[in-house]
């Protein structure tokens, strides 16, 4: 088996920050949460989140998607297109059987399943909409990307929680490696912006109810965070061989260089207290990539803004980066916690981070609390820092860990 890296070509996203890669790194870079009042919770106990503005659907993709398809499938329709078009690819021309799709989805979309469960409940079993099932299974957001960009390679989606879209990346590197594939379009996309996803993560206690001001909500890291805010978005990076980018005078934006995943076996939701399974996806990446602690510029966390989860992933981050904490910063401050989609798109703030040499800060940052742990946090202004290579780290329920070493060419 090859052990070479995947070569990244091409990024492509639509997200709270925007549906460009410049718009998303200005926001990213502004350090404001994007949070606000949001219509379609409207009446619930936390009635606010990140949502995805100004993407015209129907303009981009046709009004028959749009009649059949739930957000998260026009989410990663919209994000592949441009992540294609960006890496300079004509999928028209490409050997479509040794292109596949890789996507890290969540859940089953409950988008437009609410309507669905309503006619049943009143008696009109004959009203469900035909298109219910391919509508909301997880596997079809995959395959609808396939059936668009004509790719007939091995095309699935994973399903590992909240990390799902970096596991995602991560199984695309490995079909890459083991010469399955020449091109995997590889990331993530998902909406946790609907009336029941909020209902049940609130019953949780595990969304922020800062309603009278839901731009200081999504706070990761800080003292006074008390929950995460829900998000939306997808985000879809080409992968591919050394080689095949070569062939074609590609231009490589990075490199996934490692990649590492695990299981805490602790508990359903709360992650294991010290972050063990997040200190051995880590140093399962780094052991892959064949990178030292030292050689880690920067860390993008997955800093939800939950106690537990920021409390366990600074401990992990201290431990494994015991002589020297890198800059860290936190994406969903600004953006919001997009689920199944939140590690794809954390991929890409990471690249763009590699590429302009630049840190975003975390918003609403302010005071670490604890005194045994402490990260080197980004906050107020953007941070220049001269890095060949960045982690970034993804966690979910069920104790799912997955962590991907980027580096430039």
């Not at 946790?192 to 206690?205: E, K, L, S, W």
């Not at 309603?211 to 829900?230: I, K, N, T």
């Not at 202004?381 to 982690?391: D, Q």
Request: charged content about 20%; proline content about 6%; hydrophobic content about 45%.
């Amino acid at each position: 088996m090859s052990v070479e890296p995947a070569v990244i070509t091409g990024l492509g996203a639509v997200t709270p920050a925007g549906t460009t890669l410049d718009d998303i790194w200005s926001a990213l870079c502004a350090g404001r949460s994007l949070a606000a009042p949001d219509p379609r919770l409207a009446g619930l106990p936390v009635d606010f989140s990140c949502r995805v503005t100004g993407f015209d659907a129907e303009a981009e993709l046709g009004r028959g998607r749009i009649r059949r398809l739930d957000d998260p499938a026009l989410f990663a329709l919209a994000a592949a297109r441009r992540a294609v078009a960006h890496a300079g690819l004509d999928p028209t021309a490409w050997r479509s059987e040794r292109v596949g799709v890789v996507l890290g989805v969540g859940s089953n979309s409950l988008t437009t399943y609410s309507t669905e469960f309503a006619h049943l409940t009143n008696g009109a079993a004959t009203r469900v909409s035909p298109w219910a099932v391919p509508r909301s299974v997880p596997n079809m957001v995959a395959a609808e990307v396939a059936i668009d960009l004509r790719a007939q390679g091995p095309n699935f989606t994973v399903s590992s929680a909240c990390a799902s879209g970096a596991t995602a990346i991560g199984v695309a590197r490995d079909m890459l490696r083991a010469g399955v594939c020449d091109i995997v379009l590889a990331g993530g996309s998902e909406s946790g912006c609907t009336p029941m996803t909020a209902a049940c993560f609130h019953q949780m206690r595990a969304l922020s109810r800062r309603r009278d001001q839901p731009h200081l909500a999504s706070r990761p890291f800080d003292c006074e965070r008390d929950g995460f805010v829900l998000g939306e978005g997808a985000a879809v990076l080409v992968l591919e061989r050394r080689a095949t980018a070569k062939a074609r005078n590609a231009t490589a934006l990075a490199l996934v260089q490692g990649y590492g995943a695990g299981c805490d076996a602790y508990h359903p939701i709360a992650p294991s207290p010290q972050g063990e399974g997040t200190v051995r996806a880590v140093r399962t990446a780094l052991k892959d990539a064949g990178r030292t602690t030292a050689r880690i510029g920067h860390v993008n966390a997955h800093g939800t803004s939950t106690r537990l989860n920021d409390a366990a992933e600074t401990a992990a981050l201290s431990r494994v980066f015991a002589k020297r904490c890198p800059p860290v910063t936190a994406p969903k401050g600004v953006i919001g916690h997009s689920l199944g989609a939140s590690g794809a798109i954390d991929a890409v703030c990471t690249v763009l981070s590699l590429v302009h040499q630049v840190i975003p800060p975390t918003a609403n940052f302010g005071v670490q609390d604890g005194e045994a742990c402490k990260l080197d946090v980004v906050a107020g202004l953007p941070r220049p820092a001269a890095m060949t290579t960045a982690l970034s780290t993804s966690c979910g329920f069920g104790g799912q860990n997955a962590a991907l070493v980027f580096a430039l060419e």
